[in-house]
């Protein structure tokens, strides 16, 4: 039995759009995989500048020889302490996380949320059409 069979168009047109939906964290995950598998370790290079908590941005070297610069995350200074230098990062070029554990950690919630959105919207619609 087709779970579209019972449904009125309308219906089908929510189901499908909500399933498509699904394609963002899915999307965001998959960056986070990416990130995880194609960086590199490096140290900052120069002084960091924050904001306010962690909204911190620096330059780093790659081992390719490329510079890098961007938002760096998971840092979390004052603003006396922003002068530290040699922070270790993980990063690629225009992307920095202090704790490369922190993008693997991302990617398991981001499918997980996508997985069970997946089967809600999927078991509703199956109630719905019966």
Request: hydrophobic share 45%; aromatic share 14%; charged share 20%.
């Amino acid at each position: 039995m087709s779970i579209f069979k019972g449904l009125n168009w309308w219906q089908r047109v929510v189901l499908v759009a909500c399933l498509c939906a699904l394609a963002l964290p899915l999307w965001f995950a998959a960056r986070n995989v990416h990130r995880f598998v194609d960086g590199d370790r490096t140290i900052t290079e120069g002084y960091v500048h924050c904001e306010s908590n962690d909204r911190c941005t620096g330059t780093w070297r790659l081992p390719d020889g490329h510079q890098g610069r961007g938002k760096i995350a998971g840092l979390a200074f004052e603003y006396d302490e922003e002068q530290v230098t040699g922070i270790p990062l993980y990063a690629g070029r225009d992307w920095a996380v202090t704790e490369r554990s922190d993008l693997a950690y991302h990617a398991a919630y981001e499918f997980a949320g996508a997985a069970i959105g997946a089967a809600l919207i999927l078991s509703v619609a199956w109630f719905k059409s019966r």
